[in-house]
């Protein structure tokens, strides 16, 4: 398939002194760029348009299903700024295959693999004036979605679909700097069941996390840890990055994919970079009681959570109403953070690019 993007420039971007304000210090999702990316998509037709206009605000019927039923998935995917200026973004295709898969669970229609990385390329090409210097850790985070858009109060899958792209300069996901965060257990609030929407980057996901979210927020924590719903015993993921443990004697372990866990790509790329350091990486079951004794013990001595927005963040407690389980201050080399710096020199295009992941964008 291929199909002609039409472009619409922003009669009204903003100036170039506006920009370089907020490209100063772009706090976490404040700011927007000036064009946004929309392709619609109606049942029997298939992809039927693809345009990139102006940013503003979306002309929807209140009846829209998205609005009542919550048909919609997301992505999240950065652009880096190189020092020669050129324009990247990290394995977008895995990022096209993830929104394919969370789209299926969502009964929304898929959006090409080849349409899904022009449509960054497009973006891109109005908006790269939008992508900071590379420095402070400053990125444009890219935010494609796929809404149902059809007007229609009935239950079914919606017949009209739009699949948008918009961006948002940022800089540190965390103000403040690296510095290990607390991390509330969740003990009465599931995140997703079994035959569930765990494994979809939905908003649904996002709404049921908010509650538990709220009351971690109230007692000092900045992030919720959840456990499976089945059993209520064993480690899921926080609500929007992913965990890992390491082990004394240098292993490492990381909660199993089980169709309830979002498969996160820094996760992937984490597993990746640490195989070729020769690090045993296992993929299964932990348990909050295996934690509990490991942190008690010393077994566990770092834990680390990871996901794009904040790519990797050291964890120095779990908490919860009842115990509060310290992760013992970092010593000198920190596994998570030697990982960060890798993988940020990666993406930065600081160092060697061997496993192919970085795609130009412009
Ligand atoms: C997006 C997300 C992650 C992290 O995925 P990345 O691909 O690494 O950004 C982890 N957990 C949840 C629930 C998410 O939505």
Redesign the pocket.
């Known amino acids: 398939m291929s199909i002609q993007f039409h472009v619409q420039r922003n009669p009204n971007p903003l100036s170039q002194a506006q920009r370089e304000a907020v490209l100063k210090n772009p706090v976490f999702g404040q700011y927007r760029t000036d064009h946004q990316v929309v392709c619609v998509w109606e049942k029997d037709k298939g992809w039927i348009s693809a345009e990139v206009i102006p940013y503003g605000p979306i002309q929807m019927d209140p009846a829209a299903a998205v609005l009542h039923y919550g048909q919609e998935v997301f992505e999240?995917?950065k652009a880096y700024r190189w020092a020669d200026g050129s324009i990247w973004t990290f394995r977008p295709h895995?990022?096209a295959r993830?929104l394919q898969l969370s789209a299926r669970r969502l009964a929304l229609p898929e959006v090409p693999e080849e349409l899904f990385v022009e449509s960054l390329r497009q973006l891109i090409a109005v908006d790269a004036a939008w992508v900071p210097e590379p420095a402070e850790e400053k990125t444009l985070y890219i935010r494609p979605f796929e809404i149902a858009a059809e007007d229609f109060l009935g239950v079914r899958a919606a017949q009209r679909v739009e699949y948008r792209v918009i961006a948002s300069p940022v800089g540190p996901y965390f103000s403040g700097g690296i510095k290990p965060i607390a991390i509330w257990i969740a003990l009465q609030s599931a995140?997703a069941g079994r035959y569930g929407t765990?494994e979809a980057?939905t908003g649904g996901?996002?709404a049921s996390s908010l509650l538990a979210q709220t009351e971690g927020n109230d007692n000092g924590c900045s992030q919720v840890m959840f456990l499976d719903a089945q059993t209520g015993t064993c480690i899921e993921?926080?609500?929007?990055?992913?965990l890992f443990f390491v082990f004394k004697d240098g292993r490492v372990a990381t909660p199993m994919l089980d169709g309830t866990?979002?498969?996160?790509?820094?996760?992937?790329?984490l597993i990746e970079l640490m195989q070729d350091r020769g690090i045993e990486v296992q993929e299964r079951k932990i348990s909050l009681d295996e934690v509990r004794a490991g942190i008690a013990s010393g077994a566990i001595t770092e834990s680390f959570a990871?996901?794009?927005?904040a790519v990797i963040t050291p964890i120095g407690q779990f908490k919860s109403f009842s115990e509060t389980l310290s992760l013992p201050a970092s010593g000198s080399e920190p596994l998570s953070l030697s990982l960060r710096e890798e993988l940020t020199a990666i993406q930065y295009g600081r160092a060697e690019d061997r496993h192919g992941w970085m795609h130009r964008l412009g």
């Not at 993921?237 to 992913?242: A, C, Q, S, V």
């Not at 990871?306 to 927005?309: E, K, L, Q």
């Open positions: 999240g995917i895995e990022n993830r995140r765990g980057k996901n996002y993921e926080l609500g929007g990055m992913n866990i979002l498969r996160g790509i820094t996760r992937k790329s990871c996901g794009t927005a």
